[in-house]
């Protein structure tokens, strides 16, 4: 079955080509990085506006590197929300228009079961139940996960997601756009031991996250200690590169132990990470000596799957029409926010 999606949820516009939810015939991104990076964040109106410049041919790339034209689909996939309403409506419009013309049936996918089912993009398919990490820009959670790729939420943060906190502190330092892959990056030279910033694991068994004390914690050590000492500010009083490993580490170690931790509480033998910040080298590196030591599988999509793509929005769609059957015709859905 040949499914074409589109992602256009925030400031990466997507459309990929996928046979049966894992073969991927085409992965078009095109990234908006350039765009909003002076502004330290995305900016809702440009990204609209950029989308709607792009959508069109970044779907006829897709199909054209596929080598299929739109009479071989058997459905359009496309990012229902959650997002930036402005952003999702036109990618969410181009596959209404497109499944119209096309008489196939439109599948809105939502943004985070996408990312789930990048799980399943993976070398090798993930073969019982799994606890999966969802840990995005948006989102920090944790769902269990079946093979069919039904997921069930066991817990997700109180406050902030993880890539925020990244996000943010990384504007703090002003390191730029967007802030975990700068992060990552100056993490690599750095002692992760150097500082201790907090972590919230809260009580024994519990699957919630709450990110917004160390965000507060890396506010207030730049505030008391300075700028940081790098390539262009020597005179610092602290490295950069310390200071990002340990607040990396901070973040990198409550996401392996509450993914553990569900793993051990409902009795899986598999866990897998996913979303933007699954694409940290850290966290992948950790993540993969827990699961070795518990004697655990471990799935990570390949980083390019990570970050928001079209890829996994057109396996989750192949996943749920397996599932559950055509819907009807969907053309009057509507894009949501939150
Ligand atoms: O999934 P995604 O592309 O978009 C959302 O759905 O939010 O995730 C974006 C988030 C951003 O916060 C970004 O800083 C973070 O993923 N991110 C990373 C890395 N690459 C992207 N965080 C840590 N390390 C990375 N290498
Ligand atoms: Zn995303």
Known sequence: MLILGIETSCDETAAAVVEDGKTVLSNVVA??????????GV????????????????????????????????????????????????GLSAAKALAYSLAVPLIPVNHLDGHIQAAFLGGEQPDGPFACLVVSGGHTALYRVETSGAAELLGATRDDAAGEAFDKVAK??????????????????????????????????????????????????????GEPASETYPGGAYSIHDFAASFQ?????????????????????????VGGVAANGRLRQKL?????????????????????????IASAAYRMWVRSGPSGSLLDVDAFSR
């Not at 031991?193 to 699957?207: C, G, M, V």
């Not at 580490?249 to 509450?258: F, M, P, Y």
């Open 249 to 273: 580490e901070a973040i990198v170690d409550v996401l392996v132990t509450k993914t553990m931790r569900a793993a051990d509480r409902f009795g899986l033998r598999r866990v897998a990470a």
């Open 31 to 40: 990234s908006q990085v350039p765009i909003h990076g002076p502004y330290g």
């Open 172 to 225: 703090l330092l002003g390191i730029g756009y967007p802030g975990g892959i700068a992060i990552d990056n100056l993490a690599s030279a750095g002692n992760p031991d150097a500082f201790n910033f907090p972590r919230a694991l809260f009580e024994k068994d519990s699957l919630e996250f709450s990110f917004s004390g160390l965000k507060t914690a890396a506010a207030n050590f730049i505030r008391a200690h």
């Open 288 to 312: 993969a000596e827990r699961a070795g030591a518990g004697e655990m599988k471990l799935f990570l999509p390949p980083v390019r799957f990570c970050t928001d793509n079209a890829v996994m």
């Open 43 to 90: 900016v809702p109106e440009l990204a609209s506006r950029k989308h709607l410049e792009y959508i069109i041919p970044v779907i006829d790339m897709a199909l054209k590197r596929a080598q299929r034209s739109g009479k071989d689909l058997d459905a359009v996939a496309a990012t229902r929300g959650p997002g930036l309403v402005g952003a999702l409506l036109v």
